[in-house]
C-alpha cells in the first residue's frame, strides 16, 4: 500500500498531521522530499541541454494529443 501523508518534524519526532489507518506496531518506510516546487523546475530546467528548450513547440500544451498520439492539430481540425 502507498499512503501520502504530511507530517510535522519537531525534536526528532515526525508526527502526522492527520490520522494514519495503520495498524499498531507496523513498520513502513519513508520518503523525505525537502525541497520548493521552484527547487525541484530549476533542476530540472537544469538538466536539459539549453538548445533544447528553443525546439520545444509553442503550441505544445493545445497540441499534446498531436506531439504525443499524432493526431491532427487543433488548428488544423
Known amino acids: 500500500m502507498i499512503k501520502n501523508f504530511r507530517a510535522r518534524y519537531s525534536n526528532g519526532v515526525l508526527t502526522p498531521l492527520e490520522p494514519l489507518d495503520l495498524e ?44 504525443l498520439y499524432g493526431h491532427p492539430k487543433e488548428e488544423d481540425q
Open 24 to 67: 499498531e506496531g507496523v513498520i513502513v518506510t519513508l520518503t523525505i522530499i525537502d525541497e520548493s516546487l521552484p527547487e525541484m523546475f530549476e533542476r530540472l530546467r537544469a538538466s536539459v541541454p539549453p538548445d533544447t528548450w528553443d525546439d520545444i513547440p509553442a503550441d505544445s500544451a493545445e497540441n499534446y494529443k498531436h506531439y
